[in-house]
């Protein structure tokens, strides 16, 4: 008797400490996938992609400019070039 009150126990504790878990896994997963907090999610990394866009193409415009005045200093330095119009 004293044995199947144990287990009866046992199994009581058990249950409830896995839907005890189980429903706190289940509302931070809804609460992770909520709109705002998507949407929030989604705006600040958008943000961070439009500055990384806007580095690359400042980067981009400067290495052009170095390799502009490169090749024209390479021009200039040849015997017999004139310089192109600008």
Do not use: I, N
Request: proline share 5%.
């Amino acid at each position: 008797m004293f044995r199947r009150a144990f287990w009866l126990l046992v199994g009581v504790g058990f249950g409830f400490g896995v839907s005890f878990w189980l429903m706190r896994f289940v509302r931070a997963t809804a609460e992770r996938y909520a709109p705002e907090k998507v949407s929030a999610d989604l705006a600040g990394a958008l943000r961070g992609f439009g500055a990384d866009l806007k580095e690359a193409a400042r980067e981009g415009r400067e290495g052009m400019r170095e390799r502009e005045a490169e090749l024209r200093a390479q021009l200039e330095s040849r015997p017999g070039t004139t310089r192109p119009p600008q």
